[in-house]
């Protein structure tokens, strides 16, 4: 789908385009949830500046996988979630965006956080080795969508005016809440477009920056974009624009995170999770049936929290906030599951020894991301088994 989506040529991107493209948008903003919550799970200490940059990156990422799900509801298209299922190892994200990008839950560490700045990157900052792919960044995808929008504009003015005075339960639910989901209504003085475009502009605002000399979000209090609050914990030092200030560019972006110095935080070795969710090695782990069971509660509780997400907006209205409680509550379980129950259990190092006998090449990508000289343990693998 995504490469019939690429293939279409700017003046076919009609309706059905621009609602094909928003599921995918949807994708794409969950597929970043498994990435980041790996890395937030794996922090032994879990209330200092790191855990609090990560998880403040991953509340807005909901955020914008919201976003993404209102505009098709206000559309009156459902948004498909339930079955969403981000695989790791795999390369790029979905909607054909960032297509050299490797995507691997693993512990946080430098090579990760490479991969998290190559997701969240200005086109200012980009390596020219990249720019030639048609979605280079996640910025470029939704300008895409925000340019099939305007030239469109009747259209989509005229179904969202159907959708957005119909009575409830006629169309999919939107769900607004108190971290900001952006809703989209009929009484809002700005017309149904220009709403949507400003829902898209949040999305890159608050992953890019205002512009390309600004990695600050100025449109949401000032806050870092998640490209910078990365980089702070890449370069150990909190973001300070320098005086006098030079030209932000990849070879000066060091001059700007010399704040406050923020120390590298306890992590634990978690094996990066392999296509095969470590089917091989619990075979030949003699406490493989327990570390088996853990990992199935986890993806179990992640299963159920798709489901419920499907339902926050596919289901009747009157159920949609309690719902969105049940959820909320489940992801609080996730980090309990992964933390207290399946980071515990350590894989011998027989079984480390034999990895790349076991998976081959997918060796190499784990201990890319995983230092194999000490103690590894397993991590959640975010199967979901609606898939």
């Excluded at 469109?152 to 003015?157: A, L, P, R």
């Excluded at 320098?242 to 990849?250: A, I, N, S, V």
């Amino acid at each position: 789908m995504d490469q019939q989506l690429l293939s279409v040529p700017p003046q076919d991107r009609d309706l059905e385009w621009i609602k094909a493209s928003l599921q995918s948008a949807v994708a794409l903003e969950h597929a970043t949830l498994p990435l980041y919550l790996s890395a937030m799970f794996s922090l032994e200490v879990q209330n200092y500046t790191t855990y609090n940059l990560i998880r403040s990156v991953v509340m807005e990422e909901m955020v914008h996988m919201a976003i993404g799900c209102n505009i098709l509801a206000a559309l009156g298209e459902k948004p498909s979630i339930k079955k969403l299922d981000p695989l790791s190892p795999s390369e790029g994200l979905p909607g054909g965006v960032e297509p050299d990008l490797p995507v691997v839950f693993a512990q946080l560490s430098k090579n990760q956080l490479e991969n998290f700045l190559r997701l969240e990157t200005p086109i200012s900052l980009l390596a020219a080795k990249y720019r030639d792919e048609k979605y280079p960044s996640i910025g470029a995808f939704y300008s895409k969508i925000k340019a099939a929008i305007t030239a469109n504009v009747v259209e989509i003015n005229a179904t969202a005016q159907k959708v957005l005075t119909a009575p409830a339960n006629t169309y999919p639910n939107q769900v607004g809440d108190n971290i900001g989901f952006t809703i989209f209504s009929i009484e809002d003085k700005r017309t149904p477009v220009q709403q949507f475009l400003d829902g898209i502009d949040e999305i890159i605002e608050q992953g890019e920056g205002s512009n390309a000399q600004d990695l600050y979000a100025q449109n949401f209090d000032g806050e870092g974009s998640h490209y910078a609050r990365f980089a702070e914990i890449y370069y150990g030092a909190q973001l300070l624009v320098p005086t006098p200030e030079p030209k932000l560019t990849p070879e000066t972006e060091t001059e700007f995170f010399k704040g406050h110095k923020i120390p590298w935080p306890n992590v634990t070795n978690v094996l990066a999770v392999p296509r095969d969710g470590y089917e091989k090695l619990l075979e030949l782990d003699p406490e493989g049936e327990a570390v088996k069971r853990n990992l199935n509660a986890f993806d179990a509780k992640y299963t159920e929290i798709m489901t419920d997400l499907d339902l926050m907006w596919n289901g009747p209205a009157e159920a949609s906030w309690p719902t969105f409680g049940k959820a909320v509550a489940a992801m609080t379980d996730l980090r309990v599951l992964s933390c207290f129950n399946i980071m515990r259990s350590q894989i011998s190092t027989n079984l480390i020894a034999r990895l790349p006998e076991l998976y081959g090449d997918e060796a190499k990508i784990m201990a890319h991301y995983t230092d194999l000289s000490a103690p590894v343990f397993y991590g959640p693998r975010f199967i979901n088994q609606n898939a």
